[in-house]
């Protein structure tokens, strides 16, 4: 039995492949089938969950009752996908890095940045499954819409958008100290 959180429930169905390891032998892995999805929750410390039953093959007995494991269940495959880090979907560059003035003193970053914010045209709030990622144009940031399919909460697919593969993504920045 794993237990599978609220969030995750609603796409585990039975029949589903799992695989899944055992703190006993870290470097094996168990290949399992979902059996059932159990209806009644679980509330540990403020998390919901879902028993979930699997089937594997213990046919030389290495696996005891009580035994903690951690599983991966395949819910959806997908072949040929352009994929991206999570962490590109999560990074938002500092507020002073978008059209950052470089020339003049602090009243015409102050003038310029207020001109600009009037003439700049309205962005569109992203849909459902649409997010914002960024590439670096010159030295600047410059956001991309995409939409986003399947993730492994790792990586996650792009559905649609202007991203190619193996095309660099801002993930993070570093300050010179400067």
């Not at 870290?26 to 410390?45: E, G, H, K, L, W």
């Not at 979907?89 to 914010?117: C, E, H, N, Q, T």
Request: charged share 25%.
């Amino acid at each position: 039995h794993v237990d599978v959180d609220e969030a995750d429930v609603g796409q585990v169905k039975k029949g589903q492949q799992a695989t899944f390891t055992v703190d006993a032998y870290p470097n094996r892995i168990f290949p399992a089938r979902i059996t059932q999805v159990r209806y009644d929750s679980r509330t540990v410390a403020g998390v919901v969950s879902y028993e979930t039953v699997l089937d594997v093959k213990n046919t030389d007995l290495s696996l005891r009752p009580g035994m903690t494991a951690t599983a991966t269940i395949t819910v959806k495959k997908v072949k040929n996908a352009v994929i991206i880090p999570n962490a590109a979907l999560r990074f938002a560059p500092p507020k002073g890095d978008i059209g950052k003035s470089r020339r003049g003193g602090i009243f015409s970053r102050m003038f310029s940045r207020r001109l600009r914010v009037k003439s700049r045209p309205r962005q569109k709030i992203p849909a459902h499954n649409q997010q914002r990622v960024w590439i670096l144009r010159g030295q600047q940031p410059v956001a991309i819409l995409i939409t986003t399919g399947a993730t492994d909460g790792t990586m996650t697919e792009v559905t649609a958008g202007k991203i190619k593969p193996g095309q660099k993504l801002i993930v993070d920045t570093v300050s010179s100290g400067k």
